[in-house]
Protein backbone atom coordinates (compact mmCIF):
# COMPACT_ATOMS: atom_id res chain seq x y z
CA UNK A 1 0.00 0.00 0.00
CA UNK A 2 1.50 3.22 -0.98
CA UNK A 3 1.86 5.95 1.36
CA UNK A 4 -0.36 8.19 -0.15
CA UNK A 5 -3.31 6.08 0.26
CA UNK A 6 -2.42 7.04 4.05
CA UNK A 7 -2.00 10.89 3.88
CA UNK A 8 -4.30 12.36 6.13
CA UNK A 9 -7.05 15.02 5.87
CA UNK A 10 -6.12 18.82 6.11
CA UNK A 11 -8.74 19.52 7.92
CA UNK A 12 -7.21 21.30 10.88
CA UNK A 13 -9.98 21.89 13.08
CA UNK A 14 -9.49 18.43 14.45
CA UNK A 15 -6.89 17.37 16.92
CA UNK A 16 -4.43 14.86 15.15
CA UNK A 17 -5.43 11.59 17.32
CA UNK A 18 -8.68 12.58 15.56
CA UNK A 19 -7.33 13.10 11.82
CA UNK A 20 -5.53 9.35 12.38
CA UNK A 21 -8.68 7.78 13.54
CA UNK A 22 -10.64 9.14 10.84
CA UNK A 23 -8.03 7.89 7.70
CA UNK A 24 -8.05 4.30 9.64
CA UNK A 25 -11.26 4.22 9.82
CA UNK A 26 -11.57 5.40 6.12
CA UNK A 27 -9.14 2.41 4.74
CA UNK A 28 -11.50 0.04 6.62
CA UNK A 29 -14.96 1.34 5.23
CA UNK A 30 -13.02 1.32 1.88
CA UNK A 31 -12.05 -2.45 1.85
CA UNK A 32 -8.64 -2.35 2.30
CA UNK A 33 -8.57 -3.82 5.53
CA UNK A 34 -10.93 -6.80 6.58
CA UNK A 35 -11.75 -8.63 10.11
CA UNK A 36 -8.66 -9.94 11.29
CA UNK A 37 -6.62 -8.45 9.34
CA UNK A 38 -3.22 -7.27 11.08
CA UNK A 39 -2.49 -3.50 10.53
CA UNK A 40 0.95 -2.54 10.33
CA UNK A 41 3.10 -2.01 13.17
CA UNK A 42 2.66 0.84 15.13
CA UNK A 43 6.58 2.53 13.74
CA UNK A 44 5.19 1.89 10.01
CA UNK A 45 2.24 3.26 10.82
CA UNK A 46 3.61 6.53 12.42
CA UNK A 47 5.91 6.49 9.47
CA UNK A 48 3.67 6.35 6.87
CA UNK A 49 1.33 8.36 8.16
CA UNK A 50 3.99 10.84 9.12
CA UNK A 51 3.17 11.32 12.69
CA UNK A 52 4.09 10.81 16.52
CA UNK A 53 3.62 7.34 17.94
CA UNK A 54 1.30 8.69 20.93
CA UNK A 55 -0.85 10.48 18.45
CA UNK A 56 -0.96 6.94 16.34
CA UNK A 57 -1.54 5.20 20.00
CA UNK A 58 -4.15 7.47 20.83
CA UNK A 59 -6.17 6.96 17.91
CA UNK A 60 -5.85 3.19 18.36
CA UNK A 61 -6.92 3.19 22.14
CA UNK A 62 -10.14 5.14 20.69
CA UNK A 63 -10.80 2.82 18.03
CA UNK A 64 -10.20 -0.08 20.32
CA UNK A 65 -12.61 1.55 22.70
CA UNK A 66 -15.26 1.74 19.99
CA UNK A 67 -14.76 -1.70 18.88
CA UNK A 68 -13.49 -1.53 15.87
CA UNK A 69 -9.58 -2.59 16.02
CA UNK A 70 -7.79 -4.59 18.89
CA UNK A 71 -4.48 -5.10 20.05
CA UNK A 72 -2.94 -8.75 21.19
CA UNK A 73 -0.13 -8.75 23.04
CA UNK A 74 3.12 -9.68 21.11
CA UNK A 75 1.33 -9.71 18.13
CA UNK A 76 -0.16 -6.62 17.36
CA UNK A 77 -3.37 -4.71 15.82
CA UNK A 78 -6.13 -6.06 13.84
CA UNK A 79 -9.39 -5.04 12.72
CA UNK A 80 -12.33 -6.03 14.72
CA UNK A 81 -15.25 -5.12 12.73
CA UNK A 82 -15.68 -3.57 9.16
CA UNK A 83 -19.50 -2.87 9.99
CA UNK A 84 -18.53 0.69 11.08
CA UNK A 85 -22.03 1.62 11.10
CA UNK A 86 -22.73 -0.03 14.32
CA UNK A 87 -19.33 1.65 16.25
CA UNK A 88 -20.52 4.96 16.82
CA UNK A 89 -17.79 8.12 17.94
CA UNK A 90 -17.47 8.06 21.70
CA UNK A 91 -20.12 10.82 22.77
CA UNK A 92 -18.53 14.31 23.96
CA UNK A 93 -19.74 15.59 27.15
CA UNK A 94 -20.55 18.83 28.08
CA UNK A 95 -16.88 20.52 29.18
CA UNK A 96 -18.53 21.61 32.10
CA UNK A 97 -19.00 17.77 33.61
CA UNK A 98 -15.92 17.57 35.86
CA UNK A 99 -13.97 14.37 36.03
CA UNK A 100 -15.37 13.24 39.35
CA UNK A 101 -19.08 12.96 37.45
CA UNK A 102 -17.59 11.22 35.13
CA UNK A 103 -16.02 8.99 37.77
CA UNK A 104 -19.27 8.56 39.84
CA UNK A 105 -21.27 7.47 36.64
CA UNK A 106 -18.41 4.69 35.86
CA UNK A 107 -18.28 3.26 38.78
CA UNK A 108 -22.21 2.52 38.36
CA UNK A 109 -21.60 1.09 34.96
CA UNK A 110 -18.29 -1.02 36.30
CA UNK A 111 -20.06 -2.57 38.94
CA UNK A 112 -23.45 -3.69 37.18
CA UNK A 113 -20.66 -4.78 34.64
CA UNK A 114 -19.05 -7.13 37.04
CA UNK A 115 -21.83 -8.39 38.37
CA UNK A 116 -23.63 -9.54 35.70
CA UNK A 117 -19.61 -10.65 34.48
CA UNK A 118 -20.03 -13.14 37.17
CA UNK A 119 -23.00 -15.09 36.03
CA UNK A 120 -22.19 -14.48 32.05
CA UNK A 121 -18.56 -14.58 31.26
CA UNK A 122 -17.54 -17.83 29.56
CA UNK A 123 -14.52 -19.67 30.72
CA UNK A 124 -12.37 -17.97 27.86
CA UNK A 125 -13.06 -14.72 29.01
CA UNK A 126 -12.34 -15.73 32.87
CA UNK A 127 -8.92 -16.71 31.67
CA UNK A 128 -8.41 -13.76 29.55
CA UNK A 129 -9.24 -11.40 32.30
CA UNK A 130 -7.07 -13.20 34.16
CA UNK A 131 -4.14 -12.60 31.95
CA UNK A 132 -5.03 -9.17 31.69
CA UNK A 133 -4.72 -8.60 35.41
CA UNK A 134 -0.95 -10.17 35.25
CA UNK A 135 -0.03 -7.99 32.45
CA UNK A 136 -1.16 -4.84 34.07
CA UNK A 137 0.58 -6.19 37.18
CA UNK A 138 3.66 -6.66 35.31
CA UNK A 139 4.11 -3.44 33.34
CA UNK A 140 7.06 -0.90 33.89
CA UNK A 141 6.31 1.49 36.61
CA UNK A 142 8.36 3.74 34.35
CA UNK A 143 5.79 3.61 31.19
CA UNK A 144 2.71 5.10 32.11
CA UNK A 145 1.12 4.30 28.64
CA UNK A 146 1.78 0.68 29.09
CA UNK A 147 0.03 1.11 32.58
CA UNK A 148 -2.72 3.06 31.15
CA UNK A 149 -3.00 0.57 28.33
CA UNK A 150 -3.01 -2.54 30.27
CA UNK A 151 -5.07 -0.66 32.47
CA UNK A 152 -7.90 -0.25 29.96
CA UNK A 153 -7.73 -3.57 28.86
CA UNK A 154 -8.79 -5.13 31.85
CA UNK A 155 -11.55 -3.15 32.51
CA UNK A 156 -12.92 -3.21 28.67
CA UNK A 157 -12.51 -7.39 29.38
CA UNK A 158 -14.38 -7.08 31.80
CA UNK A 159 -17.76 -5.04 30.79
CA UNK A 160 -17.54 -6.90 27.57
CA UNK A 161 -17.78 -10.23 29.63
CA UNK A 162 -21.16 -8.76 30.91
CA UNK A 163 -22.71 -9.38 27.22
CA UNK A 164 -24.05 -6.42 27.27
CA UNK A 165 -24.26 -4.22 24.38
CA UNK A 166 -25.41 -0.81 25.82
CA UNK A 167 -23.64 -1.24 28.81
CA UNK A 168 -20.73 -1.46 26.57
CA UNK A 169 -20.94 1.25 24.73
CA UNK A 170 -21.66 3.49 27.41
CA UNK A 171 -18.71 2.54 28.51
CA UNK A 172 -16.78 2.85 25.87
CA UNK A 173 -17.82 6.77 25.34
CA UNK A 174 -17.13 7.32 28.54
CA UNK A 175 -13.08 6.41 29.16
CA UNK A 176 -11.62 8.22 26.83
CA UNK A 177 -12.90 11.48 28.77
CA UNK A 178 -11.24 10.05 31.50
CA UNK A 179 -7.77 8.86 30.07
CA UNK A 180 -5.55 12.28 30.42
CA UNK A 181 -6.07 12.36 34.34
CA UNK A 182 -5.93 8.25 34.86
CA UNK A 183 -2.73 8.43 33.05
CA UNK A 184 -1.42 10.50 35.58
CA UNK A 185 -2.65 9.36 38.24
CA UNK A 186 0.13 6.36 37.96
CA UNK A 187 2.56 8.86 39.99
CA UNK A 188 3.83 6.31 42.17
CA UNK A 189 4.33 2.78 42.43
CA UNK A 190 1.97 2.38 45.52
CA UNK A 191 -0.34 3.58 43.23
CA UNK A 192 0.34 0.75 40.63
CA UNK A 193 0.46 -1.55 43.41
CA UNK A 194 -2.82 -0.61 44.76
CA UNK A 195 -4.32 -1.05 41.11
CA UNK A 196 -2.82 -4.26 40.41
CA UNK A 197 -4.14 -5.71 43.69
CA UNK A 198 -6.92 -4.46 42.87
CA UNK A 199 -7.59 -6.01 39.86
CA UNK A 200 -6.52 -9.24 41.63
CA UNK A 201 -9.45 -9.16 43.58
CA UNK A 202 -11.96 -8.47 41.28
CA UNK A 203 -10.37 -11.67 39.23
CA UNK A 204 -10.63 -13.09 42.21
CA UNK A 205 -14.35 -13.09 42.75
CA UNK A 206 -15.37 -13.43 38.53
CA UNK A 207 -13.56 -17.07 38.60
CA UNK A 208 -15.93 -17.82 41.70
CA UNK A 209 -18.93 -16.43 40.06
CA UNK A 210 -19.64 -14.25 42.91
CA UNK A 211 -21.97 -11.48 42.14
CA UNK A 212 -21.76 -9.08 45.27
CA UNK A 213 -17.94 -10.08 45.77
CA UNK A 214 -17.24 -8.89 41.95
CA UNK A 215 -19.42 -6.15 42.56
CA UNK A 216 -17.90 -4.83 45.52
CA UNK A 217 -14.38 -5.81 44.65
CA UNK A 218 -14.81 -3.23 41.60
CA UNK A 219 -16.41 -0.82 43.09
CA UNK A 220 -13.61 -0.32 46.10
CA UNK A 221 -11.27 -0.54 43.19
CA UNK A 222 -12.65 2.83 41.40
CA UNK A 223 -13.97 4.15 44.64
CA UNK A 224 -10.20 4.62 45.35
CA UNK A 225 -8.91 6.60 42.47
CA UNK A 226 -12.48 8.82 42.90
CA UNK A 227 -11.20 9.73 46.55
CA UNK A 228 -8.29 10.54 44.96
CA UNK A 229 -9.69 12.61 42.55
CA UNK A 230 -12.24 14.45 44.49
CA UNK A 231 -9.38 15.40 47.46
CA UNK A 232 -7.27 17.05 44.75
CA UNK A 233 -10.53 18.65 43.44
CA UNK A 234 -11.52 19.55 47.02
CA UNK A 235 -15.18 17.63 47.30
CA UNK A 236 -15.90 17.48 50.99
CA UNK A 237 -15.57 14.25 52.32
CA UNK A 238 -19.50 14.24 53.00
CA UNK A 239 -20.76 14.75 49.43
CA UNK A 240 -18.37 11.65 47.94
CA UNK A 241 -20.08 8.90 46.59
CA UNK A 242 -19.21 5.99 49.12
CA UNK A 243 -19.95 1.88 48.73
CA UNK A 244 -23.66 2.78 50.16
CA UNK A 245 -23.54 4.75 47.25
CA UNK A 246 -24.13 2.35 45.17
CA UNK A 247 -25.86 0.20 47.48
CA UNK A 248 -22.79 -2.11 49.09
CA UNK A 249 -22.01 -2.25 52.70
CA UNK A 250 -19.56 0.07 54.06
CA UNK A 251 -17.10 -2.66 54.14
CA UNK A 252 -16.86 -5.82 52.07
CA UNK A 253 -16.64 -9.13 53.91
CA UNK A 254 -13.01 -9.82 52.99
CA UNK A 255 -11.78 -6.32 54.91
CA UNK A 256 -13.68 -7.14 57.64
CA UNK A 257 -12.00 -10.82 58.21
Known amino acids: MDDESWALSPNTRKPLPELIEDKIRSLIKSGKFKAGD ?70 ALETTAASLAATRATQGELDDIAKLAKLHQSASIDDKDELLQTDEDFHAAVVRASHNELLDQLYRSLVPQLRGYRRNSYSTSEVHVRSANDHNQVTWFLKRRDEGGARAAMATHLLGLYNDLAAQTGTPAGERATLTTYALEDEPHWRRE
Do not use: C, K, N
Open 38 to 107: RLPTEPELAQRMAVARSSLRTALQRLQLQGVVEVMRGRGWYVRSTDLSEHDEPLVFDRRVGDADLMEVRI
